[in-house]
């Protein structure tokens, strides 16, 4: 391609500044592009030589339409960024978009600055507001990613020239110390949870399911003929997709105790093969947050807090209710499964392969206390032996 001879010419603008030009030859016609840095000009200087004359003007065009969009979207507020971007999302699980629409929401006067104008303070000051608001440390994070993610996105636009939300300090995740109930606490426990949900808890306890497993059973999962379940799938990606369970060994078969084989019988009962056994009052499949609530509300009565009573239970029975202090996760019900297992004898190879670890080492390392109290009980034995 020809190079013509052009040059980047500074004029001085009326307010004292200096602008630059450049002329060019189009269709046998003069005409300049003037630009607000020596740089820019140089820049069409070079596409011109490089791609033509129409060509680089069609992507100057364009660039700075874009430069506008990107002016007007500076006008935005943080709210409504977040909410034109889930608007935006493609291939994207709906419990997504409703967890990032439901965190602008939720922001306050800060979801209402506009994005030119949010710095780090800002970020900062969200971090501390969900500290306030009694939000766990891995929801802090969780939704705080969110809100980094929409500023990362703005700022790879062009809207904003950096993303404040870059280097913000967020709480250090809690070790959670492994507690579990005697069978006595887990009858309490039943007892104070909301009705509903009681044969979905008590089949938590008694078959060691992780939550995306248990909430993604199907009727056609479940053996009335052998008496099992089989576990082929899971909600993974934080609850956003059905996949095939996280390791291999995790995709297994378990036999279920006598209990759980009536209470799945039960809610199995009149569904299809595709149709989940557990799900919620109204249907739907059941979500970690929905039934986080539904067991920190039993946690609390569990734990001595008397001021909510639950309209199942007699105000003469409320008042009579054990007073249990363990602040235990969903999660725990699963360890309280091992740990029974492990405590009435169960070889640890078989726990590993019933809890579906990726690794009987996993197993060991996990519930190794409870090993080294069979191992001393079974020394006392032999001491006592005769």
């Not at 500074?10 to 002329?23: D, E, F, I, L, M």
């Not at 033509?52 to 100057?60: E, F, S, T």
């Not at 392969?353 to 690794?359: E, K, N, Q, S, V």
């Amino acid at each position: 391609m020809q190079i013509t001879k052009r040059k980047v010419e500074p004029v001085a603008t009326k307010n004292g500044g200096v602008h630059y030009r450049v002329r060019i030859f189009r269709s046998g016609k003069s005409t300049v592009r003037t630009f607000s840095t020596y740089t820019k000009a140089q820049q069409f200087n070079e596409q011109v030589d490089r791609i033509g004359v129409d060509n680089a003007i069609a992507n100057l065009h364009m660039e700075r339409a874009q430069t506008e969009r990107n002016r007007n979207k500076r006008k935005t507020t943080l709210r409504e960024y977040m909410l034109q971007h889930v608007d935006g999302l493609i291939n994207v699980n709906e419990q997504y978009k409703d967890f990032i629409a439901s965190v602008a929401n939720s922001l306050g006067t800060i979801g209402d600055l506009r994005l030119r104008d949010i710095e780090k303070e800002d970020m900062e000051r969200i971090v501390t507001e969900l500290i306030k608001s009694g939000n766990a440390p891995k929801t802090i994070r969780n939704k705080f990613r969110a809100i980094a993610g929409v500023m990362k996105k703005a700022h790879q636009s062009g809207i904003i020239l950096s993303n404040p939300a870059y280097g913000v300090r967020l709480p250090r995740l809690e070790h959670h110390q492994m507690q579990t109930l005697e069978p006595d606490e887990i009858r309490t426990l039943l007892e104070i949870m909301h009705p509903h949900y009681r044969d979905f808890t008590q089949t938590l306890f008694r078959t060691g399911l992780r939550f995306g497993e248990i909430t993604a059973l199907e009727v056609g999962h479940f053996d009335k003929v052998h008496r099992t379940l089989h576990i082929e799938q899971a909600w993974g990606d934080r609850g956003r997709k059905l996949q095939t369970p996280k390791t291999e060994r995790s995709n297994r078969i378990i036999n279920v105790p006598p209990d759980i084989y009536d209470i799945l019988t039960a809610h199995c009962k009149g569904k299809t093969k595709l149709t989940r056994i557990f799900s919620t009052i109204n249907g739907h499949r059941i979500k970690s947050d929905a039934y986080h609530k539904v067991w920190q509300k039993a946690l609390r009565i569990l734990n001595g807090d008397r001021t909510h009573r639950p309209a199942h239970i007699t105000p003469q029975r409320f008042k009579e209710l054990p007073i249990i202090d363990k602040h235990i996760r969903i999660h725990d019900a699963r360890h309280t499964y091992a740990s029974m297992l492990i405590n009435n004898g169960t070889p640890i190879a078989t726990v590993s392969d019933l809890l579906g670890h990726a690794d009987i080492q996993i197993t060991a390392k996990r519930y190794s206390h409870l090993q080294d109290a069979g191992r001393k009980a079974a020394l006392k034995a032999l001491g006592d032996a005769p």
